[in-house]
């Protein structure tokens, strides 16, 4: 029984520690990546896995303790939150802006600032080059590979329109999977928490005989 309480007691730790290690490069990914989350979406997202990472560090303190109040605690709150954080994902990726890119876009199309976008995702108008042409405009400089215009075949043949939709939902899935992954860990940690809780009490309850 000793052997099997250890077992689980180090598992609990060692998974506990990954859990909160990739909960803060969850929130990393977040934080560098503008755009990968709906911005009405990112201040719950840093509350959520920065409870994940609270939580996991209690973990660990109630496994080294041998508390069972601590580890009871802990493994409920960790099973909240991957609930609470499924669901998120799901409202997140169903409901994923699409227009996200389009107005980034728009907004820089307007102000004239589509230079910029075209030089860095490698993109030409807001469909195509042919926003240029249908409005009887110089095709810039910044639609061409490497600002060369000497040969027509260096121009960039997307728009911007779809290269920063294709961006962004690039970027959402890298954060739904790693959401995934710490979802999975925080029921598995919730898992070794009743088991803990319950060698706990039978350790406690040997020791009282």
């Not at 508390?67 to 802990?74: A, D, N, P």
């Not at 030089?119 to 400089?141: A, F, H, V």
Request: glycine fraction near 4%; aromatic fraction near 8%; charged fraction near 15%.
């Amino acid at each position: 029984m000793g052997c099997a309480t250890t077992t689980i007691k180090i598992s609990s730790i060692l998974l506990n520690t990954l859990l909160a290690l990739l909960s803060i490069a969850t929130i990393v990914l977040i934080a560098i990546n503008t755009g990968s989350v709906p911005d009405e979406w990112d201040v719950p997202a840093y509350i959520i896995f920065a409870l994940v990472i609270l939580f996991a560090i209690i973990g660990c303190v109630a496994a080294l303790r041998e508390s069972i109040c601590l580890t009871v605690t802990c493994g409920v709150f960790l099973l909240l939150l991957s609930l609470l954080q499924v669901a998120i994902t799901i409202i997140i990726l169903n409901d994923r802006d699409v227009q996200n890119g389009i107005a980034i876009v728009e907004d820089a199309w307007d102000h004239d600032k589509i230079d910029a976008l075209q030089m860095e995702y490698k993109c030409c108008g807001k469909d195509s080059s042919q926003d240029y042409i249908l409005l009887n405009r110089q095709i810039p400089l910044s639609c061409y590979e490497g600002q060369n215009d000497a040969d027509a075949n260096n121009i960039y043949n997307e728009g911007c329109s779809v290269k920063l939709q294709r961006y962004y939902a690039r970027e959402t899935l890298s954060v739904a999977v790693t959401s995934w992954i710490t979802a999975v860990l925080e029921v598995v940690c919730f898992m070794l928490a009743v088991l803990l809780a319950i060698n706990f009490r039978n350790k406690q309850r040997r020791m009282q005989f």
